[in-house]
């Protein structure tokens, strides 16, 4: 298999293994931060009072978990086949989508 001049990786090993270091923490983070979410919108729901610092960190961990899904976790599966990338198995489709969704999440920075 024959590697484009873009690709950083000298072999399907190093690239199977840079996917892996980019799904398995992509995973962790989501984890994370639904905990975050799911602790604070438990507050919520039973009456309790929100400070400004757990509201802050309920949106970052929401936009996170998009973030970590779209990005980490499905990242090569949504290029398109046809770019030769390992795991690519998407469309021209998924892939606007992604980068749609991932602008939407680089706002939240700001």
């Not at 729901?45 to 509201?55: A, E, I, L």
Request: hydrophobic letters at 45%; one cysteine or more.
């Amino acid at each position: 298999m024959s590697y484009p001049e873009y690709s950083c990786n000298n072999g399907p090993v190093e690239e199977l293994v840079d996917e892996l270091l980019q799904k398995i923490p992509g995973a962790v983070s989501i984890i994370g931060s639904a905990m975050i979410v799911l602790d604070v919108v438990g507050k919520l729901r039973r009456g309790g009072q929100t400070d400004p610092y757990q509201r802050i960190m309920l949106g970052m961990s929401f936009f996170d978990m998009i973030h970590s899904f779209f990005d980490s976790v499905l990242g090569s599966w949504l290029v398109p086949s046809q770019s030769g990338w390992l795991m690519a198995a998407g469309n021209q489709a998924s892939c606007s989508t992604k980068d749609s969704l991932l602008h939407l999440v680089i706002l939240e920075l700001l």
